[in-house]
Structures are given as C-alpha cells and as structure tokens.
C-alpha cells in the first residue's frame, strides 16, 4: 500500500513538474514603451483542470535568475498546477527593466508596491479572457513585495460602495508583506476580497506587529481577514530550499545596516499550505488526489 502511495505521489508531482511556461505580453497601458506587461503562463492537464487560475506576485528579487523561476516561484506554481489550478506569474521588474530591488532603500526605488496595483488589475483582466477560466475563481497570492502588492489592490478606506471587479478575488494570500504604511492608518478600511496573511513572529524586513495591527482594524470593521503568526519564522519560512542567511545587502529591514535574516521553516510551510489548501477546497478550487492532501 505505501508503494503505491509513494508511486501515485510520484506520478502527480511529475505532472506538475512537466508544466511549461508559455512567455505571454498582456496589455498593460500604464507600463512605459511597449506597454505589455511580460509574464509567464501555466496551465494544467485538461483532464483536472479546475477552471481557477492563481495570480503569483513574487517579492523584491523578482521571479528567478534569467527569467528562470526560483525555488519558491516554481515550488508554488508545481503545487497550485497539481490542484487543477493554471498559474500567471506577473513579470512587473523586467518589464520595467528591472532585475530585483530588495537592495534598494525604500526612498530610492523608483517602482513601488502600489505601482504593481495596474500590473495586478491587467493579469485579473486578462485571465477573463481566456478560454476555461471562471472569472469567479481567480486567486490572488504575493510574497514580501508582492505581499504588499496584495494589500495595497485589496484594501481602500471606508466607505466604499462598491469595489471594481479587477480588484475582486475568491481568496487573497499575503506571504510577509510590509504592513507599516497599512497599520500607520487608522482610518477604517475596506478590503475586496477575503484576506490571508502569513508570516513568522521573527521577521526582521518587514516585521509581524504591523501586519498584526492592520489585520485587527480590519477585524474592527468587520472585514474579512485573518492572520497566522508561525513562533521563530523568519523572512521566506516557506522557501523549499536554501538555509538560514543574514543578507547585510539589503538595507530596507529592522536592524538597519545589520541586514535581514531568511531562512526556511519546513513545519511553518506545511501548515502554511495547508491553510491555503482548506481554503481552495472550501471554495470548491481544488482537484487534489487525496493521496497528497496531506503533503502540500
């Protein structure tokens, strides 16, 4: 019996492992020049396809050398495509001719989290169009910068009527997004979608206690959101690979000149995906075998 669990296991990850990405433009009016915004395209086999496609935001150091997805990227795009779920990854630096800015200081960069807003509402309009996808099953999911990416399409201050449906999304995932500019406002928001945020209590760039205040205003005004602090995690807890690094490049964190500290947490990854994975199914998202529920 386990034989055939670790061959079925097997089978699936190899499927997910044998996706392609299809290099697409999308239409972006608001990106200088050629006005497209580059990304890259994933779909799964016809046969578990879903209809709900995901929105992938990466962080400060963009998708991955050479266009290349990292560790992270590709780890998230095997795990959403062995769900049924097809996959954009927005590519908002090297459409600018970017490559990373996480060694940049906040004050000097000239493309920040709400400019990816637009990146953002053009991939949501794109995806509408494409043939298979429900445009009610569209998940929205960023990292760091991406994270706040996230937070900065979702949120507005109240009152609000009505929300524009390419801000709209099924669920909204944060993996450690800075939240300061959020918790530093105290006027009651509105969010337009349902909120997610995961991040560990250790977080020396862009610290939980913001993030924590924000999610509880949102609370106080009867807004969707919820968040998961996970004890000793650090920046990228759930990176499937690398290991504990003080990154003293990166200017932008707690410790100033000190640097800030990533490492991976293989209990808080799997609880973390876990968690999305109840979401999926709770909204009917999901394909997954139960052999590999268990196994994010």
């Known amino acids: 019996m386990q ?107 000239t493309i920040r989290q709400i400019d990816r807003v637009q990146d953002v509402m053009a991939a949501h309009a794109w995806l509408k169009t494409q043939p298979g996808i429900d445009a009610k099953k569209i998940v929205l999911l960023g990292w760091s910068h991406g994270g706040s990416t996230v937070l900065n399409t979702l949120t507005h201050r109240a009152p609000l009527a009505e929300f524009d449906d390419d801000v709209k999304f099924i669920e909204a995932i944060a993996f450690y997004p800075g939240c300061s500019p959020f918790a530093k406002d105290s006027a009651p928001a509105k969010i337009s979608s349902p909120l997610t945020v995961l991040m560990g209590d250790a977080d020396d760039w862009t610290p939980a206690a913001p993030c924590s205040a924000f999610v509880a205003r949102l609370k106080n005004n009867d807004q969707p959101a919820t968040i998961t602090l996970y004890p000793g995690a650090y920046h990228d807890f759930d990176n499937p690979a690398g290991k504990l690094r003080v990154r003293t490049e990166v200017p932008n964190g707690v410790n100033g000149s000190k640097g800030v500290t990533t490492a991976p947490d293989p209990k808080a990854r799997e609880d973390a995906m876990a968690r999305i994975d109840a979401l999926l199914k709770k909204r009917g998202l999901a394909k997954l075998a139960t052999v590999t529920d268990s196994k994010p």
């Open 3 to 109: 034989a055939l669990r670790t061959a079925l296991l097997a089978g699936c990850l190899l499927v997910a492992g044998l996706a392609r990405a299809e290099m697409i433009t999308i239409p972006a009016e608001h990106i200088g020049e050629g006005k497209t915004l580059r990304a890259q395209w994933f779909t799964p086999d016809a046969k578990s396809a879903t209809g709900a496609a995901a929105i992938l935001l990466h962080g400060c150091g963009g998708l991955g050398a050479n266009r290349n997805l990292n560790a992270r990227h590709k780890a998230a795009k095997d795990w959403f495509i062995e769900r049924g779920i097809a996959v954009v990854f927005p590519e908002s630096f090297t459409s600018r001719r970017f490559e990373e800015v996480c060694t940049i200081k906040m004050a000097s960069r």
